[in-house]
């Protein structure tokens, strides 16, 4: 999703803290990322349902 420049841009200290762009791990997504696990909720969805993340299952009551 993001061009190799943007991650590049992304991966250099800023000049201020405020600054800092997280975007996910896998895809470079810049919206909706989770701190925690450092992807984004695209991604986060989708490992789950794989059983790819331990101690996370799909919701249903």
């Known amino acids: 999703m993001a061009t190799k420049a943007q991650t590049a841009k ?3 200290k800023p000049k201020f803290s405020s600054r ?3 975007r996910c791990q896998l ?3 810049a919206r909706g990322v989770y701190r925690k ?3 984004s909720r695209i991604m ?5 349902l794989e059983g790819k993340i331990p101690g996370m299952r799909k919701a249903s009551w």
């Not at 986060?44 to 789950?48: E, I, P, Q, S, T």
């Open 10 to 12: 992304s991966n250099r």
């Open 44 to 48: 986060l969805r989708k490992l789950a």
């Open 20 to 22: 800092i762009v997280r």
């Open 37 to 39: 696990f450092r992807i």
């Open 27 to 29: 895809t470079g997504r």
